[in-house]
């Protein structure tokens, strides 16, 4: 089976990555999103969620066994040396993951949604780099509404993400999200198109 041809899809918390992924899906695109598969590798069961319920203690538990991904997250995002430790043990596992799914793809071309595409190093794997981009602001204003959360969380999980710069200087092309979904709907058909175009209809 021939390699698929591999869009890589990123940008900060809350720009828009899984709104983006829907539309792409909606247009039958195969689509691999890393934060789904940081959560399959942390299923009761897994041997990675033993491993961090020994190392953070069982506060990280929820009552029926499941991560309690709240106070993980609380832990992670204000203690760097936890948070290294935490993706030094799930990325690799996240990274195989997503290279198993990506080889299941069947659309012309496939998508790979990741929050850390450039940091992490998944870019590789990717022939093309979309970068949907939203003014901070915004960023922060949809996350806490989506999540419930406060703007100091979702400032410090910013912080530790890759600069809007530097993303974008790894961009081939940039969907800026801040219009409505009908116009981001048609923005990714328009996209889809000049990429269906690019694989020159291979499969
Ligand atoms: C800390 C956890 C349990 C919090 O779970 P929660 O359900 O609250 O958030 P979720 O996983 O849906 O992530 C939401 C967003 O937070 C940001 N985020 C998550 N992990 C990280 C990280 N290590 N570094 C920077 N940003 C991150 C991303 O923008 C992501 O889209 C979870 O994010 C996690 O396990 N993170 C470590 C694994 C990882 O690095 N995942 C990123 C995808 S590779
Ligand atoms: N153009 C838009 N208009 C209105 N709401 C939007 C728009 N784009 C995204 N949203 C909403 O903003 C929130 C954040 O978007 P989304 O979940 O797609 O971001 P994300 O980049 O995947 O975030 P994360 O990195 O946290 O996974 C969601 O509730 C989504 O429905």
């Known amino acids: 089976m021939s390699k698929p041809w ?5 940008g900060g918390i809350g720009s828009g990555k899984s709104a983006v ?3 792409f899906i ?8 890393a934060d789904h598969a940081a959560r399959w590798v942390v ?24 991560l309690n991904r709240a106070e993980l997250r609380k832990r992670i995002f204000q203690n760097e040396s936890e948070r290294r430790w935490l993706e030094a043990l799930l990325h690799p596992l996240i990274g195989r993951e997503i290279s198993d799914n990506l080889a299941r793809a069947e659309s012309p071309y496939a998508i790979l949604v990741s929050p850390l595409l ?15 981009d939203a003014p901070e602001a915004l960023q922060v204003q949809r996350t806490i509404l989506r999540d419930s959360t406060s703007a100091e969380q979702v400032e410090a999980i910013l912080k530790v993400q890759a600069s809007r710069e530097e993303r974008l200087r790894h961009a081939h092309d940039i969907l800026v999200n801040d219009r409505d979904l009908d116009w981001l709907h048609s923005e990714v058909s328009r996209l889809h198109r000049f990429y269906l175009t690019l694989r020159g209809g291979q499969t």
């Open 26 to 33: 909606d247009l039958g695109v195969h689509a691999v999103d």
């Open 6 to 10: 591999i869009l890589g899809l990123t």
């Open 118 to 132: 450039v940091e992490s190093g998944q870019h590789r794997l990717a022939q093309r780099i979309l970068v949907v």
């Open 43 to 66: 299923e009761p069961g897994r041997p990675a969620l033993t491993q961090i319920a020994e190392h953070f203690g069982d506060d990280v538990l929820l009552a029926d066994g499941n």
């Open 21 to 23: 992924a829907q539309c």
